[in-house]
């Protein structure tokens, strides 16, 4: 199956880690470094064409993928649970 993230951006759901709301998980300086890492490193791709509401974090091979989404984190994962793109 695969997933839609907005601006034209489709991923595999068997490549997805995890689905995440940017706004409840920002909140925590773990994830806010572990965000800016994943910046420094080139690993987040940017799949908003406004503020970004989410995250999904894809392993490809061994190289990890950061995507931030402009739909809410809860209609991601409902897309990827029911098949629908």
């Not at 489709?10 to 800016?36: C, E, M, N, P, Y």
């Not at 995250?55 to 991601?76: E, P």
């Amino acid at each position: 199956m695969y997933l839609h993230l907005g601006k034209g951006k489709i991923i595999s759901t068997d490549d997805i880690i995890g689905i995440f709301d940017l706004d409840v998980t920002s909140q925590s300086h773990l994830t806010r470094k572990f965000l800016a890492a994943a910046e420094k490193a080139g690993e987040v791709v940017n799949a908003s064409e406004d503020i970004p509401k989410s995250f999904v974090v894809c392993k490809s091979g061994k190289k990890r993928i950061l995507y931030l989404s402009q739909m809410a984190s809860a209609t991601l994962l409902r897309r990827a649970e029911s098949g629908l793109l």
